[in-house]
């Protein structure tokens, strides 16, 4: 756990941790990020994965980090899917671990 209370996150930032502050949301609670994070840096920064699977109980953290092998998809609370791997975190991005109505 986090001094926040918050699980600990997959990664661990050893390097330019001063880079500004971006605020996101992951299911429905405030995070921070960095700027220039991808979204799959930012979520597993403050998350022990990206996402659960949807055809088993397993959890995922993406596979190749280069938008091929479709491991990596999360959701946005309105919008389509996106690759957390390629794709660049924005400010107030509202993100979903699991399928909006969650399919499992």
């Known amino acids: ?23 996101f949301v992951l299911d ?20 022990p ?4 699977s949807e055809f088993g109980v397993e959890t995922r953290a993406g596979f190749c980090l280069m938008g091929a092998c479709q491991d990596c998809w999360v959701w946005q609370e309105e919008g389509p899917r996106i690759r ?9 991005m509202r993100l979903l671990t699991d399928a909006p109505g969650d399919w499992s």
Not at 84 to 92: D, K, N
Request: with cysteine.
């Open 49 to 52: 994965a990206l996402r659960h």
């Open 28 to 47: 429905g609670a405030e995070r921070q990020a960095l700027a220039g994070d991808t979204v799959l840096s930012a979520i597993l920064s403050v998350a």
């Open 84 to 92: 957390a791997c390629s794709t660049p975190l924005t400010e107030g």
């Open 1 to 23: 756990m986090s001094a926040a209370g918050h699980p600990a996150g997959r990664l661990v930032r050893l390097a330019e941790t001063n880079r500004a502050p971006m605020r």
